[in-house]
């Protein structure tokens, strides 16, 4: 009988306004010194200051770290760590979308256990904890307010290091959907289909659990509908709730089972192209699935029937066909471009390949694919993702 660990954050505040209980989650934990890790537009923006005068008001001494970057590198990492032991803190708060909650991750590790982040990639595993991580998520896409992972760029190789372990887990996550209404239609079309690909790919995962099945096909079921909702009305509250939930959901789902292939591909994209990761990931999800689809038949085509784009006596490969068109037609309707649309020079792509595949099939993801490739298939994938 195969036992399946599943790991959540401690505490979970999900609702409208939830990010107004922060004071209250440090007085639970007992934890009362943040540093709150935060980027500059959510400074500028007055979303840092509208979270943290509810700490003022509770007289929570606090510091600001809020110069984090876009897909976090080594070097904005660092700087975190530096400006957490400049201070006396006992927990790190993760206030933004992926990259300032990833890069919150890195610090609270470091913070107690030293050395490089290279030293901590995968397939090294850290379960240790570091400093508690509370994460207040402002996008429905990378789920990192539930999982044990982050990501970090290996700005000397181009490399993105996937991490993972317990020690990224945040013990809480406050989940205010009323932060996503400021999203731009970019930002929500990539982290819907970020979080839409979690739950796809936790599902058909060759590491997939009873426990992630349940929540990946919850996860669908709030995102199809609701992603094309808010890309073309962004004050739609009732969708932007079903996309911060969904988001979740799939975090959780794939942090308790994992990613697989179309993820293993775009991190490369991502980090030698400088391709936001919601959008890497929808460039190539239409291939990728196409290509994985016959060595788990079933398991797309249960997916496209939770998405609601098959019916339930449709045959499994009708449904997979169905799935197929549904997001091919979702990538028109968000308008995502492909790498040569985007800008990506096409001689450094092909030159990039043979080093793309390396380093997607060293982060261990595409060995959870229900197909797994080796790097000739990864290549012609590529290719493929280049002319489509």
């Given at each position: 009988?195969?036992?399946?660990a ?6 979970l ?9 922060l004071p209250?989650v440090l007085?639970t934990l007992g ?7 935060t980027d500059?537009w ?6 840092v200051g ?5 700490l ?5 001494a606090?510091r600001l770290?809020?110069?984090t ?5 080594v070097?904005?990492?660092?700087a ?28 609270a590790?470091?913070a107690?256990?030293g050395?490089a982040m290279?030293?901590y ?13 509370i994460?207040i ?6 789920g990192s ?7 970090i ?6 490399e993105?290091m996937?991490?993972?372990?317990l020690?990224?887990?945040p ?11 400021s ?8 982290t ?5 690909t ?7 995962s060759?590491?997939?659990?009873p ?5 990946a096909l ?9 992603l094309?909702?808010?890309y073309?009305d962004?004050g739609?509250g ?7 939930l969904?988001?979740?959901q799939?975090g959780?789902?794939?942090?308790n089972?994992?990613?697989a292939?179309?993820?293993g591909?775009?991190?490369p994209?991502?980090?030698?192209f400088q391709?936001p ?5 929808a460039?190539l999800?239409?291939?990728?699935t196409r290509?994985?689809a016959?060595a788990a038949l079933?398991r ?7 998405m609601?784009?098959?019916d ?5 490969q009708?449904?997979v066909?169905?799935?197929l ?8 309707d968000?308008a ?6 985007w800008g990506?020079d ?15 099939a ?5 060995a ?9 298939a ?11």
């Open positions: 009988m195969t036992i399946a599943i790991a959540l954050p401690r505490l505040h999900v609702g409208g306004g939830a990010s107004g209980r209250e007085a934890l009362s010194r943040p540093l709150i890790v500059p959510l400074l500028e923006s007055g979303a509208r979270l943290v005068s509810g003022d008001s509770a007289g929570i606090h770290f809020a110069d970057v876009p897909d976090p590198t070097a904005s990492v660092q975190g760590l530096g400006c957490l032991n400049a201070g006396d803190h006992d927990c790190v708060v993760g206030f933004g979308g992926g990259s300032p909650i990833d890069t919150a991750k890195a610090i590790l470091l107690r256990h050395g290279a030293d990639k995968a397939p090294h595993v850290q379960d240790a904890p570091g400093l508690p991580i994460a998520p402002t996008t429905a896409g990378t307010e539930a999982t044990r992972f982050t990501i760029t290996d700005e000397s190789t181009d993105k996937l991490c993972a372990g020690a990224y887990l013990i809480a996550a406050l989940v205010d959907y009323e932060l996503t209404f999203m731009p239609a970019r930002l929500t079309a990539d819907g289909i970020d979080s839409l979690h739950a796809i790919e936790a599902f058909v060759r590491r997939a659990n426990f992630s099945d349940g929540i919850l996860a669908m079921r709030a995102i199809s509908p609701n094309r909702r808010v073309a962004p739609d009732p969708a932007r709730e079903a996309m911060m969904g988001a979740t799939a959780i789902a794939f942090s089972s994992s990613v292939l179309v993820h591909m775009s991190r994209i991502g980090a030698h391709v990761h919601g959008l890497s990931n460039m999800l239409p291939a990728v290509w994985s016959p079933g797309y085509a249960a997916c496209a029937r939770t609601g784009v098959a339930d006596g449709e045959g499994d009708l449904a066909a169905r799935l068109e549904e997001l091919a037609a979702l990538n028109r968000l995502v471009p492909g790498p040569a649309a990506i096409a001689d450094r792509w092909h030159v990039l390949v043979p080093t793309m595949c390396a380093q997607a060293a982060s261990g993801s595409p959870n694919n229900p197909r797994v490739p080796d790097a000739d990864m290549a012609e994938l590529f290719a493929e993702v280049w002319a489509s």
